[in-house]
């Protein structure tokens, strides 16, 4: 093997140690980093198939032959500009397929542990443009916030092979994975970072806005807001500030509840909470009361009564609504008045008693 060789292979080594160094991928099955199947489109023409058997910043080793030793292809001699290389991963699909079908089924967890034994699997890929071994770190990262592990995730966000994330993928991945970097805060409970990096996504609070019970965020998709929604809110349940928590509370769960059931569903489990511990829930009164049932009747119809926490399915009751008394009808053009009553518009005729009048016709 070429001494570029050895160097290239052994940073990839490298940041694939450090990676693992923080425990999270390294609760994996030890798997052979593999040689993977590949295929891709010379600037001059041709598509060769062979293997990618490592890869750096400046290209991709590649060989005909399994088992082979692999030649650097610089990136400048692949078609394509930036990460959109021409180079297709076949074994893309197959390797992902056990993960996302885990994900999709909402086993987070274990999916999480699918997609970190990906990235484990196609370590000498790391480095190449749009590989699908930072694809599976990402949705690695994406499994662990939905299982509620936050701490794990906080270890993978701050593992050196994550920073692939952020170089090899396209927009997408990198602008959710600063989502993901914000979770990680919550997860090691540095709640003044939180609260420092969320101050980037909010409206300055300038005229109208000041007179709001919190800032307004910027322009993003209603997903993405809602998580922010949601952990400013627990900025603000971590420093006391009840009331604008729950704004955020309910801003967060609006959001989501038609397009993100878990964000919707921990939003609202935080209001609840919010609202059980309010003193004035313990002393019944009926405002306290109302906000709990009404929060705890809509959790039940969206997502079961048996989901929620015991002590709080005894609010999950349909308040009393309001009930709105109808004012009578005008008559209808030409209909007669009722007896005793005047055509509107006109006075009773002299002698006549008013309509209502409760004296008995007698004249004063």
Excluded: C
């Excluded at 967890?109 to 699908?132: C, E, H, K, M, T």
């Excluded at 300055?204 to 952990?231: H, I, R, V």
């Excluded at 420093?239 to 964000?263: P, Q, V």
């Excluded at 405002?287 to 009564?305: E, P």
């Amino acid at each position: 093997m070429k001494k570029s060789s050895i160097l290239t292979f052994l940073s990839t080594l490298t940041l694939v140690a450090a990676g693992l160094s923080s425990g999270l991928l390294a609760q994996q099955p030890q798997q052979q980093v593999r040689e993977t199947p590949a295929v891709y489109g010379p600037v001059k023409g041709g598509n060769p198939q062979g293997y990618i058997t490592n890869a750096n910043e400046q290209g991709i080793f590649f060989s005909t032959q399994p088992g082979g030793r692999g030649a650097l292809i610089p990136y400048d001699a692949i078609k394509g500009e930036g990460l959109d290389k021409a180079i297709r991963f076949d074994e893309r699909s197959e390797a992902l397929g056990e993960a996302r079908a885990l994900f999709a089924a909402g086993e987070y967890s274990a999916a999480a542990d699918a997609f970190g034994l990906v990235a484990r699997n196609y370590a000498i890929i790391l480095l190449a443009p749009q590989n699908f071994a930072s694809e599976a770190l990402f949705y690695q990262a994406e499994s662990l916030q939905r299982a509620g592990l936050y701490a794990k995730l906080a270890q993978l966000v701050n593992a050196p092979v994550a920073k692939t994330i952020e170089t090899k993928l396209s927009e997408r991945y990198q602008r959710n994975f600063e989502v993901h970097k914000l979770w990680a805060l919550l997860g090691e409970e540095k709640m003044d970072d939180l609260a420092a990096a969320l101050e980037s996504y909010q409206e300055p609070m300038t005229g109208d806005a000041k007179l709001l019970g919190t800032p307004n965020f910027k322009d993003l998709p209603a997903t993405e807001l809602a998580q922010l929604a949601f952990l400013r809110g627990k900025v603000y349940s971590a420093k006391g500030k009840e009331d604008k928590a729950l704004d955020d509370y309910y801003r967060a769960f609006t959001l989501a509840y038609g397009n993100d059931a878990l964000i919707s569903k921990l939003a609202m489990g935080a209001a609840m909470k919010d609202h059980k511990d309010d003193p004035a829930l313990a002393q019944e009164k009926k405002s306290a009361i109302d906000h709990m049932q009404s929060i705890a009747y809509l959790f039940s119809k969206r997502f079961g009564i048996d989901t929620m926490p015991p002590e709080y399915q005894k609010f999950a009751i349909r308040p009393p609504m309001a009930k709105l008394v109808a004012e009578a009808a005008p008559p209808a053009e030409g209909e007669k008045p009722a007896e005793g009553e005047a055509p509107e518009g006109e006075a009773p005729a002299e002698g006549e008693k008013p309509a209502g009048d409760d004296k008995g016709g007698k004249e004063e």
